[in-house]
């Protein structure tokens, strides 16, 4: 079984790359994580009419077991695209299963900080500016020096901007222009 | 005129999302940064044949009077598709043209961290993981608390990873791990 590892991006069908579509195509079998599923398959749903895919509860802080009975379910297809919210690069459940079966390729995706700057036609960060990028649980105290903090995973107050709802809200928030 | 910030990845032609590759087909004229222009070129070679394109020098430090100048030359253009490197969020010329024009709409592009992760088949961030964003010069002494840095514009040593050469080089470094 080659398994590839599939960015999809912030869940428009358009900001899928090249690349992406054609490896959902390829794939035997798509895997969704079920946590993210309305978006992925709003993304995605043309790309899988007609193929099998199968919807993957994520265990709650990568429980090993359950990625490998995933495995097993998966192992006997020939392509399995394992489909990713985003980029695999930031907080993805897709190297939880890499680390039990080595991927044959991993695809970036649109983040959802890039995917909510281009909406506000607001750039992140110039000349030598600085960025965290964090969970909005463990980055609101830590370097207090960067310029902007770009903050997953959940809410935050007066940011510059923000994007996205519930658990996938992304907000970027200036130093010093915070609440 | 109708600007248009697009961003095209990191040079490889499928990692163009679809609305990308639109924009660019539906530009009267595209306008490419020199400094990066084999790899823009190489990227969007068949997009942009027999289409109209400027090569556009890129004044230092964003000096204003060359991006009016660029303006004037622009201005009698429909549709105008500045194209950029990676994602126009992470230090991109393009918006010291969009302080001048406000653009029609901005367009996200795979950055270059994450094009280099997914090439490693390793991630960037997982679990609550933090990550510093920062050009070399100015990230290597910043943020001593951060799980890993992502140091763009320039090599650096002991990478856990990193991609491309010379100003275009991406290093992802882990603390601790480090020199």
Same mark, same amino acid.
């Not at 978006?39 to 007609?50: C, E, H, K, N």
């Not at 709650?60 to 379910?73: A, F, S, T």
């Not at 890039?114 to 036609?121: D, H, P």
């Given at each position: 079984?080659?398994?590839?590892?599939?960015?999809?991006?912030?869940?428009?069908?358009?900001?899928?790359?090249?690349?992406?579509?054609?490896?959902?195509?390829?794939?035997?079998?798509?895997?969704?994580?079920?946590?993210?599923?309305?978006?992925?398959?709003?993304?995605?749903?043309?790309?899988?009419?007609?193929?099998?895919?199968?919807?993957?509860?994520?265990?709650?802080?990568?429980?090993?077991?359950?990625?490998?009975?995933?495995?097993?379910?998966?192992?006997?297809?020939?392509?399995?695209?394992?489909?990713?919210?985003?980029?695999?690069?930031?907080?993805?459940?897709?190297?939880?299963?890499?680390?039990?079966?080595?991927?044959?390729?991993?695809?970036?995706?649109?983040?959802?900080?890039?995917? +909510?700057?281009?909406?506000?036609?607001?750039?992140?960060?110039?000349?030598?500016?600085?960025?965290?990028?964090?969970?909005?649980?463990?980055?609101?105290?830590? +370097?207090?020096?960067?310029?902007?903090?770009?903050?997953?995973?959940?809410?935050?107050?007066?940011?510059?901007?923000?994007?996205?709802?519930?658990?996938?809200?992304?907000?970027?928030?200036?130093?010093?222009?915070?609440?």
């Amino acid at each position: 079984m080659r398994l590839y590892g599939v960015g999809i991006g912030p869940g428009e069908p358009d900001l899928l790359t090249l690349r992406a579509v054609n490896r959902i195509r390829e794939a035997d079998l798509v895997v969704v994580p079920y946590s993210s599923r309305e978006m992925t398959l709003g993304a995605v749903r043309d790309l899988i009419a007609g193929k099998e895919y199968l919807l993957f509860n994520l265990p709650i802080r990568g429980k090993k077991e359950e990625y490998e009975k995933l495995l097993r379910r998966i192992r006997e297809y020939d392509r399995v695209a394992y489909v990713v919210l985003g980029d695999p690069a930031f907080y993805s459940s897709f190297y939880y299963l890499a680390s039990l079966h080595p991927p044959e390729e991993v695809v970036p995706g649109i983040t959802s900080f890039s995917w +909510c700057s281009a909406l506000n036609k607001t750039p992140i960060v110039m000349g030598i500016e600085t960025a965290l990028i964090a969970p909005v649980s463990s980055g609101l105290s830590l +370097c207090p020096k960067v310029d902007v903090k770009v903050l997953l995973k959940g809410d935050t107050e007066n940011p510059l901007f923000k994007c996205g709802s519930g658990y996938f809200t992304t907000s970027v928030v200036r130093q010093g222009k915070q609440g």
